[in-house]
């Protein structure tokens, strides 16, 4: 069956970078793309951003761009996120989530989630 | 920036009707989604495109959007169905967006 599965938890210090992986199976990975959904404690979730698995084509929220990159490697399955100049706030819980469109079609598959925990 | 807006919770007795509303500028233009989540689980898709219901999602579950307005009915409720939901749509520049999340409470 379809899985998507993440990487493990992280702590990293405020300043630093955190990239977390997202190794997909038992489906055609170039098909879809990569959705990264984040969660803080006790909080709502918050679309990062979505990558599309065929052509690496990009769609960042606007309050990550410029500290975020998404990536595939399609001769592994996997979707990387990186988040650069951690902040205390940013401490949460992140998804994958698989679409078949950029937008308009729901998120059918999700990760595990990991944590990132950004402290000093 | 675009805003979804849920109540905070939601309860309902079993075997009843639950009504989730999400609210936002024009939200009948567009596609909305609905996520199910447990406590420390992942979230669940439960309603694509406004009504679909995905592959394994009971009956009970119908989702409608008109106006400024989705609706995700809960019919029959049962204590399974306590968790947190949220509602997600694409603004115009295809950023998605979240609802803030309803609790339902089965009492």
């Known amino acids: 069956q379809v899985q998507l599965v993440q990487s493990g938890a992280e702590v990293k210090k405020p300043g630093a970078s955190v990239k977390v992986s997202c190794k997909a199976s038992?489906?055609?990975?170039?098909?879809?793309?990569i959705n990264w959904v984040r969660q803080a404690p006790g909080q709502g979730l918050e679309w990062m951003g979505w990558?599309?698995?065929?052509?690496?084509?990009?769609n960042y929220a606007p309050k990550f761009q410029g500290r975020v990159t998404m990536t595939t490697d399609t001769s592994t399955t996997t979707a990387y996120m990186e988040l650069r100049s951690l902040r205390s706030d940013d401490t949460a819980v992140y998804y994958c989530?698989?679409?078949?469109?950029?937008?308009?079609?729901?998120?059918?598959?999700w990760g595990q989630g990991t944590l990132v925990t950004v402290s000093s | 920036s675009y805003e979804l807006t849920q109540p905070p919770s939601v309860s309902v007795s079993p075997g009843q009707t639950a009504s989730i509303t999400c609210s936002g500028d024009?939200?009948?233009?567009?596609?909305v989604c609905w996520y199910q989540q447990k406590p420390g689980q992942s979230p669940v898709l439960v309603i694509s495109?406004?009504?679909k219901r995905p592959s394994g999602i009971p009956e009970r579950f119908s989702g409608s959007n008109s106006g400024n307005t989705a609706t995700l009915t809960i019919s029959g409720t049962q204590a399974m169905d306590e968790a947190d939901y949220y509602c997600?749509?694409?603004?115009?520049?295809?950023?998605?967006?979240f609802g803030t999340g309803t609790k339902v409470t089965v009492l």
């Open positions: 038992a489906y055609t990975f170039t098909s879809y793309g």
């Open positions: 989530a698989r679409s078949l469109q950029a937008a308009g079609t729901g998120f059918d598959y």
């Open positions: 024009k939200l009948g233009d567009k596609y």
């Open positions: 990558i599309s698995a065929y052509n690496g084509k990009t």
């Open positions: 997600q749509a694409w603004d115009s520049s295809t950023a998605g967006v």
């Open positions: 495109e406004d009504k």
